[in-house]
């Protein structure tokens, strides 16, 4: 019975919100749909901080689907991609990682995606593509907190690149 505690309580908790959207006076359909939106990211983050990364990806994997203007999306995106990462799935990390840049490519959050994505290249063994994300980060977000952290990794990998080459 255990194994049911938490889906049971993701399911309490998704009657409440529910039932507290019910019996509030409506003020439109925006405000249902921000209701469903809330719901369905915190369904998913109750799973994340669980540990049940599975359900997790399915809930987040069809919010992204459903709300294609959701407020949580970055977030969405950032969660999956931690996910992959953990589990060394590293490509479906990038891949994760290069839609929310392609998406929110001028925020924060979308620049951090588009350099995790380099860091899951260089695990990948894909160093020159890692180098290429790197540098247009440098290139065409020079004000953002993650130029910096590119210009540091960008070094490191070109310190490593140097050793190997002069031992051939």
Known sequence: MKRNRPITYAICIAFLHFASIAFTPASGEED?????DKLKFETARYFYENRLFDKCLAELHEYLEI???GIHRKEAFLMIGEIYFKRFN????AKTYLGLYEEFSNTDEG?????NAAICYEKMGKEKKAKEI???IIEHHPDSRHAALAQTRLKVLEMI???SKSTK
């Open 161 to 163: 690149e140097k050793p």
């Open 134 to 136: 790197l540098k247009t």
């Open 32 to 36: 249902l749909n921000t209701a469903a």
């Open 67 to 69: 709300y294609s203007n």
């Open 90 to 93: 590293y490509s479906r990390a």
């Open 111 to 115: 620049i951090q995606g588009y350099f």
